[in-house]
């Protein structure tokens, strides 16, 4: 008699296991054009970068209530009703290798967009150096004071192919003589870097 309920729990267990689990690839929207299969150790964010679309908007594309949780073999829609501000999603070239992992995160490497200043005269200019962004794509590049919410745009920069990019940013009169310098950098798809520092 214990051995038949044993039986029974078991098989109730494996029968709820099995009614959660991710049952093979989950089918995209059907008005999309073009979709992609994750991969293991994929995250919304990294096919974001992909596609130049932004993770937000392919969970919205997808149904996707937890953006934490996608699974290898899903299959997610990276193209969706709407064409993203950029102009379409980007194509990978055939030759391009796998995302690199930079230093930057107090926690360890990381995939989201960074920028830092390689070099600050104070008063006068700064060099500002960003990775991790769509690769191929005009970046805005926006100040204010430390504290500010709005960032004014003052500049434009280009990602190179792997994603990163480099210029010299000389001050606004505005901002010569103001005690910080607080930096965007943000592109029309959504995805951004911020950093600042003391201009005394």
Not at 159 to 165: I, K, N, P, R, V
Not at 166 to 188: C, D, I, K, M, N
Request: charged share 10%; hydrophobic share 40%; with cysteine.
């Amino acid at each position: 008699m214990r051995l038949l309920r044993l039986v029974i729990l078991l098989a109730l267990v494996v029968g709820m296991a099995m009614a959660f689990a991710p049952t093979g690839k989950a089918s995209a929207q059907s008005n999309c054009t073009q979709t992609h299969v994750v991969q293991a150790g994929q995250n919304l964010f990294r096919i974001g970068l992909l596609y130049n679309v932004s993770w937000t908007v392919l969970a919205q594309w997808n149904g996707i209530v937890n953006p934490n949780y996608v699974y290898a073999g899903q299959v997610l829609c990276v193209s969706g009703p709407t064409v993203p501000a950029t102009g379409g999603p980007y194509v990978p070239p055939a030759t391009g290798g796998p995302i690199t992992l930079y230093p930057g995160n107090p926690f360890g490497p990381t995939t989201e967009p960074r920028i830092f200043f390689p070099s600050v005269t104070l008063g006068q200019k700064f060099e500002l150096r960003g990775y991790n962004f769509p690769r191929n794509t005009q970046i805005t590049i926006g100040l204010t004071t430390l504290g500010g919410t709005t960032y004014t745009p003052y500049f434009t920069a280009t990602s190179d192919a792997t994603g990163q990019f480099y210029v010299t940013v000389t001050l606004p009169a505005a901002f010569v003589s103001a005690g910080s310098v607080a930096v965007e950098a943000r592109t029309v798809s959504g995805y951004y870097g911020r950093n600042w520092y003391y201009n005394r």
